[in-house]
């Protein structure tokens, strides 16, 4: 069957690419972690600054918003971006910081910051873990990967199948 190299090829890249969800998601926790960081300072100073004008934080938000100067506007909306990512981040961070692999892609919709995600991808150089969580990874990804070329060499020759006389 000529079939059969193309799935089993499916397969192998099925396999590899899933074998590196463990370690991809390992070093994306650490930038995360290293986000939170950078973002936290920058929000304590905000309040700081808010706090020695007698602002609460949405006070101080406000003040930016209800200015007549644009760039205050723009500035104020830019902190307010700011301080939602530092919140959203840190949230994902305290999820992920202690989970392991499989806890993590059952939520992996906490890794999906644009820009750690980018930044991880970047510095990433793929491995073949030899773990068992990597080897079910990896045999996950084979069976998707196998799997679903399966049903697609399938798809693609249902048009050329003889029809059989009933």
Do not use: C, K
């Not at 463990?22 to 995360?32: A, E, I, K, N, T």
């Not at 602002?55 to 918003?65: I, M, N, S, V, W």
């Not at 760039?71 to 305290?94: I, K, P, Q, W």
């Not at 491995?127 to 990967?145: E, W």
């Amino acid at each position: 069957m000529f079939a059969r190299p193309i799935l089993l090829a499916a397969g192998v890249a099925g396999a590899l690419a899933a074998a590196q969800f463990p370690g991809f998601s390992q070093q994306y926790v650490q930038r995360l972690g290293g986000a939170v960081d950078a973002l936290s300072a920058e929000a304590q100073a905000f309040d700081a600054s808010a706090s020695d004008a007698g602002l609460t934080r949405e006070e101080a938000l406000d003040r930016y918003a209800l200015s007549a100067d644009p760039f205050l506007v723009a500035r104020g909306e830019d902190m307010a971006g700011l301080l939602t990512r530092f919140e959203n981040l840190r949230d994902s961070l305290a999820a992920l910081q202690f989970a392991g692999p499989v806890e993590r892609l059952m939520q992996v919709h906490r890794l999906s910051d644009i820009e750690v995600a980018a930044n991880t991808w970047n510095s990433y150089e793929p491995t073949v873990p030899m773990t068992f969580t990597g080897l079910i990874f990896a045999a996950s990804g084979f069976g998707a990967g196998y799997g679903g070329a399966t049903i697609l060499v399938g798809l693609i020759g249902l048009p050329f199948r003889r029809r059989q006389s009933a």
